[in-house]
């Protein structure tokens, strides 16, 4: 366990320094997102509805967090793993290296949930300012690890099995941009019709909304949310596995 | 050191690597060449933990790269024909991360990087990001950061591609500084004149094939170490082999008055090269 873990932070070493250097143009790309739209769908839209017993303010905000750390740990640990890919070819010197694909993966999806988890923080900061009546407690926090987590390991794998940059482009495009948009960041699921409801409930996004907008709206926690949440984060880290093993030995 | 037994690459109905047997020994630098598509590189994928074989078998220091492909990294220091590099690193952050991947202890890291860097003389870039170096200087990052373990077998695809003559000089110098050093050095090349100023053996490779393997000098011999090439009147130009010099006078002086001699030259592995695959290194 204890190799898993020395392994996994020696992973994670590089992107950390790449982090420790770039950490102010990463939150500031990563916030322009959220900002617009808390913006255009919050203030623009949203400034005189009312959704289940709270302002739409209040009610979108922390779909927009579990937006942001979507994005944020998806793109982290996707992005810069399918250039270091395919472009540079630098994760080959990992895959030649005598570290185990647990660890690989591990450390990939932690930097990926490390940026995840800056962003989020800093709009929750934003949040803050303008809907002062959420809370954040421990509930709030463990689906905020879980979403960044899911996201980056689904990052990971996405970026293994992309065999150009077009298809991670692709991928973006097909999975996260409707995901973004149907994953109840923005309206409430008690709206929707039944069979529609079904259908979103296989959206990861989804989960992660309902956790934490219960958790910072004080209503009672989506405890089923949380776990399709960690299966889903489970799912994309079988996946990773497979993945890394079919790219090396 | 290395040994190859039927080992086989199949993609698709394309036979990349095609039963190819091979020993290399301890502490030689061994040359393997081939046209693009011969195979070679599929081969070096195979030896360094990065393409499952189809069959057949891959030993290194007696450790099979499938069953023991730990063990096996363990072992290798590669250099990629890329410039597989973090560019968002600087150098020594470039060699630290590697020598982390590699388990070297944190007491030996800096002495290791800053003595590596020292080796190939690039001790004053320490500081500076790898975006913003010469492609020569890449080079000797990725040499110096294959060797941060302490490999017992290098492999190198491609080691000089697209580098100056002089920048190719200096790491073929220091390649012969690793192999007296107790390395034993596995390179793919196609610059012909590389293979001949540093592998004691070569083997070339053709459609997944081993077709030739000796000393480039034996594999020169074989051939013929004089080469006349001819220019008949329809521009075609021909190579003859010959034993020696007197030989070769003896075909140009009964040669008949429209083929021209171009040059009575030494051949080269170039021509056994040729001669063998019909084609010259580095064409598709």
Known sequence: ??????????????????????WRRILITSLISPVLYLAAFGWGLGRNITVEGSSYLEFVIPGII???????????????????????????????SPIRPVSLILGKALAGMLRGLISSLAFLIIGFIIASSMTVNALFALALILTCLTFAFLGVLAALLARSHQDMATFSTLVMLPMTFLGGTFFSLGQLPPF???????????????????????????????????????????GCMLAVRRSSL | MIVLENLTKVYGAVRAVDSLGLEIRSGEVFGLLGPNGAGKTTTLRILTTLTRPTSGRALINGLDVVKEPLEVKKTIGVVQQNMSLDKDLTVSENMEAHARLHHLEPSRRKRRIAELLDYVGIESESRRMVAELSGGT??????????????????????????????????????????????????TTHYIEEAEALCGRVGIMHQGRLIAL??????????????????????????????DR??????????????RVVAVRESSLEDVFLEMTGRKVGEE
């Open chain 1, 1 to 22: 366990m204890t190799g898993i873990l020395a392994d996994t932070y020696s992973v994670l070493w590089s992107d950390l320094r790449f982090l420790w250097r770039n």
């Open chain 1, 66 to 96: 579990a937006l942001t750390a979507m994005n944020s740990s998806f793109n982290g640990a996707g992005m810069k793993l399918n250039v270091d890919r395919l472009f540079y070819k630098c994760f080959d010197e990992c895959l030649m």
């Open chain 1, 196 to 238: 529609l409801k079904i259908i979103i409930s296989f959206i990861p996004l989804t989960h992660s909304s309902q956790c934490l907008r219960a958790a910072a709206l004080g209503q009672p926690f989506p405890w089923l949310s949380l776990l399709a949440v960690t299966v889903f984060g489970l799912a994309f880290f079988a």
């Open chain 2, 138 to 187: 890449k080079r000797r990052l990725m040499i110096a950061r294959a060797l941060v373990h302490n490999p017992r077998l290098l492999v190198m695809d491609e080691p000089t591609v697209g580098l100056d003559a002089r920048t190719r000089r200096r790491l073929w110098e220091l390649i012969r500084r690793m192999n007296s050093s107790g390395a034993t050095i596995l390179l």
């Open chain 2, 214 to 243: 000796d000393a480039p000098v034996q594999l020169r011999r074989r051939l013929g170490l004089v080469t006349v090439e001819t220019l008949a009147n329809n521009n075609h130009t021909r190579y003859r082999y010959f034993a």
């Open chain 2, 246 to 259: 007197t030989a070769a006078a003896d075909y140009t002086g009964g040669l008949p008055p429209d083929v």
